[in-house]
């Protein structure tokens, strides 16, 4: 488990490809790998991945499976990407984000970025069947860092996250240009909310959901919409 609170940045030193299999050697921040043993987990990137090897203090190897490679980003990285990095959180540690998996529902889309004095502002374009679980005010996991949605437009199909300068020092969001994919992590409570509600609906409705979908989104509303967290979800 990871809490989604970036502990540094690291580099992509070396890459190797092997049939069904790409290997990544990482460089870390100095004092990251501290006791870091073959077999951890380390979130890249939002990725859980596992040590496979240690070279010198504050380097590791990672292999990446095809399989992972298609749905995340990782298959873009090249020798000098800066990726977001965090260890496994230990028993006890405080969770100064929110539980992360470390496993990738989907990829997103940066659509716009905005500058507002001491802010930084990331419209982000989802796929429409995850944005039934992104909701204003709930937490979403972005490259790894647990971040608070400002805002979302379930219809429009995108939400909005405001960075202070220390999230954009910790992190590697300041790189970021439009048209940039992110790995993105939702929120399991939510997803549990959402599709139990979901599938309450389904089983009392039957076949006249789809004419009362109909009917919202006539009204420029959507069944997702209906379908609010409570506020301790979120």
């Not at 020798?79 to 539980?99: K, M, W, Y």
């Not at 929120?187 to 309450?200: G, P």
């Amino acid at each position: 488990m990871f809490t989604g609170i970036v502990q540094g940045i690291a580099t992509v030193a070396a890459i190797t490809d092997r049939p069904g299999l790409r290997s990544f050697t990482l460089q870390f921040p100095s004092g990251f790998c501290q006791g870091l043993e073959i077999g951890a987990s380390v979130a890249s990137d939002g990725v859980c991945l596992t040590v496979t090897a240690l070279k010198g203090p504050d380097q590791a190897d990672f292999d990446v499976m095809q399989q992972s490679l298609a749905l995340t980003t990782l298959a873009e990285l090249t020798v000098g990407s800066r990726i977001n990095v965090e260890r496994a959180a230990r028993d006890g540690a405080e969770i100064g984000g929110h539980p992360l998996s470390g496993h990738i529902d989907f990829m997103a889309t940066i659509a716009e970025i905005r500058r507002p004095e001491n802010n930084h502002v990331i419209r982000i374009a989802v796929p429409a069947p995850w944005m039934r679980y992104v909701f204003a005010k709930g937490y979403i996991a972005i490259n790894g860092a647990s971040l608070t949605v400002a805002d979302a437009d379930r219809q429009a199909g995108w939400f909005e996250v405001w960075l202070i300068p220390e999230t954009l020092r910790m992190t590697t969001f300041g790189d970021k240009d439009v048209g940039a994919k992110l790995n993105i992590e939702i929120e399991r409570q939510t997803q549990v909310f959402v599709d139990t509600v979901r599938d309450a609906i389904e089983e009392k409705l039957g076949p006249l959901l789809p004419a009362l979908e109909k009917l919202l989104a006539g009204r420029g509303l959507s069944l997702e919409g209906l379908v609010e967290p409570p506020k301790q979800l979120r």
